[in-house]
C-alpha cells in the first residue's frame, strides 16, 4: 500500500480531487515500480486534510474510492507494513486504527494529544505516534501505550530505521532525536535547524537521516 498526506491548504471542496490527479501522476512517473501493474499492493493512496475527511484514493483510475470521516481535521496517516491497517490522527483524539480492504474501525488507541506524525515499525508491531511534546509508542495488537518520549515541543515528524531499532522524531524544538526502540529511551539528540523540524526519513541502508525543516534547509545525518 501507498500512504501520503498532502499538507497543502486547499479549501475544503479541493479535496475531492481536482488537485490530486497532477500529484499522482507525477508520482507514477518518477517511480514506476509504484505503477499499479508493476507492484499491486501500491494501489491505494490515502489523504487527510482540514476538512475532517479522510479519503482512499484508487492510484491507477485517479478516483476517490471510498471517504471515513473525522470530527475534525486530520493531519497523519499511516498504512502497517502489511496494508491491512490504517492508523490516522487529527485533532480529535485518540489516534484511530481502520480496517484498510473493509474501512471499518478496528480501535481507537487512547493516551496521546492531537497527533501530527505516525509510522508504523517495519514488522507492524509497534506504531509510533508524535503530539504534544512527545511520542507515544503503541503495542499494536494488545492496543497499548509501551512508551511515553519526550520532546521539548510538539512532534511534527517520525519514522523508524528500516531494522525497527531506532525512532527518529521532530518537531518544534527544531531538533531530530534518536531513540532506542528496544530500551525506550534517548539515543541521541542532533542539532542544527534553527526552526521546526517537519520531515524525518531513513535511507534504505539506515546509514543515513534526512531531515527537513521550516528554515528552508534539509540536512542529512549519518546514523550507522
Known amino acids: 500500500m501507498l500512504a501520503a498526506l498532502i499538507t497543502a491548504e486547499p479549501a475544503p471542496s479541493e479535496h475531492a480531487g481536482p488537485l490530486l490527479a497532477p500529484v499522482l501522476t507525477s508520482l507514477l512517473r518518477k517511480d514506476p515500480a509504484r505503477r499499479p ?3 499491486q499492493a501500491a494501489r491505494t493512496l490515502v489523504t487527510g486534510g482540514d476538512d475532517g475527511t479522510l479519503r482512499l484514493w484508487d492510484v491507477a483510475s485517479l478516483r476517490s474510492a471510498s471517504a471515513l470521516t ?18 490516522t490522527g487529527g485533532d ?9 480492504a473493509s474501512h471499518a474501525p478496528v480501535a481507537s488507541l487512547g493516551g496521546m494529544a492531537p497527533g501530527a506524525a505516525l509510522a508504523f515499525s517495519p514488522d507492524g508491531r509497534t506504531l509510533a505516534g508524535g503530539g504534544d511534546r512527545v511520542v507515544q ?3 499494536v495488537t494488545a492496543r497499548r501505550i509501551v512508551a511515553t518520549l519526550p520532546h521539548a515541543d510538539f512532534v511534527t515528524a517520525v519514522a523508524f ?4 531499532r531506532t525512532l527518529a522524531s521532530g518537531g518544534g524544538d527544531r531538533t ?3 531513540w532506542d526502540v528496544a530500551g525506550r529511551k534517548a539515543a541521541a539528540v542532533l542539532t542544527g535547524h534553527t526552526e521546526a523540524v517537519y520531515a524525518v526519513a531513513f535511507a534504505p541502508d539506515g546509514r543515513l537521516l534526512a531531515s527537513g525543516g521550516s528554515d528552508r ?4 545525518w549519518r546514523t550507522g
Do not use: I
Not at 480529535?92 to 484498510?100: F, G, S, T
Not at 530505521?161 to 525497527?164: E, K
Not at 534547509?217 to 542529512?220: E, F, H, I, S, Y
Open 37 to 39: 501493474d508493476a507492484r
Open 70 to 87: 473525522h470530527a475534525s481535521p486530520v493531519s497523519a496517516v499511516a498504512f502497517s507494513p502489511d496494508g491491512r491497517l490504517l492508523a
Open 92 to 100: 480529535d483524539v485518540p489516534v484511530r486504527l481502520w480496517d484498510a
Open 137 to 139: 509508542l503503541w503495542d
Open 161 to 164: 530505521s528500516p531494522d525497527g
Open 176 to 178: 531530530v532525536r534518536l
Open 217 to 220: 534547509t534539509a540536512r542529512l
